[in-house]
């Protein structure tokens, strides 16, 4: 856990220190405020999502039809969060479920994939992980996208955490960014009441 909130404070001090003057700047800006709201929500609270849904209860949800896009149809929460560029991350939690998504409209998505495999590659204390995806797409009118995901075995939990990143440069939502705990099937399973903490 302390390599985390290592990494989320290095990659805040890049978002504050980030110039806006000019447009590469603000991407740059903008992937900083998307990597560091990534790990802050999702990554520091997936193993609790609980205890982000009591965080963020009194916060203003976005409405319920704009919130069913963010969902895929699942009932949920989903949240408007400005970042200190003047932009604004939708954080989608589905009901019951354990995954957060994160999701930006405009952010220099090198920057956003770089920071992204650099968070895959540092595992929670204890666990071991694997990039387990790296696929380009094209769709039938010609949008591409990039899917990344990485996979962390927790020790003794019979659980695992797939964190994943698409990135669509031609799509309204430029960046989506997941984060779930799964059930391993080959590990046997620990009990519910006891939560994973990295």
């Known amino acids: 856990m ?3 909130l290592l990494l989320a404070a290095a990659l805040l ?13 603000k991407a740059a800006a903008q992937a900083d405020d998307f990597n560091t ?7 520091k609270h997936l193993p609790n999502l609980n205890d982000l849904r009591k965080k963020l209860e009194d916060a203003p949800q976005l409405p319920v039809k704009r919130a069913e896009y963010f969902l895929r149809g699942q009932d949920g929460s989903a949240w408007a969060v400005p970042t200190p560029h003047n932009d ?4 989608a939690i589905p009901a019951g479920k354990n995954i957060c998504t994160l999701y ?12 992204f495999a650099t968070i895959g590659n540092t595992t929670p204390d204890s ?16 949008h591409s996208s ?5 996979q962390w075995q927790l020790p003794d939990s019979g659980r695992k955490m797939l964190i994943s990143l698409t990135t669509a440069p031609d799509s309204d939502t430029q960046i989506t960014a997941s984060a ?17 903490t990295p």
């Open 2 to 4: 302390k390599k985390i």
């Open 13 to 25: 001090m890049q978002a504050t220190t980030a110039q806006v003057l000019k447009p590469e700047a």
């Open 37 to 43: 709201a990534y790990l802050n929500f999702c990554i």
């Open 88 to 91: 604004t991350l939708i954080l």
């Open 104 to 115: 930006a409209r405009h952010a220099d998505i090198a920057r956003v994939e770089e920071a």
């Open 127 to 142: 666990a071991t992980g694997e990039k387990i995806r790296d696929e380009h797409t094209t769709d039938k009118a010609g």
């Open 146 to 150: 990039h899917t990344i995901a990485y």
């Open 180 to 196: 779930a705990i799964l059930r391993d099937e080959s590990k046997p399973q620990s009990s519910p009441a006891v939560p994973y």
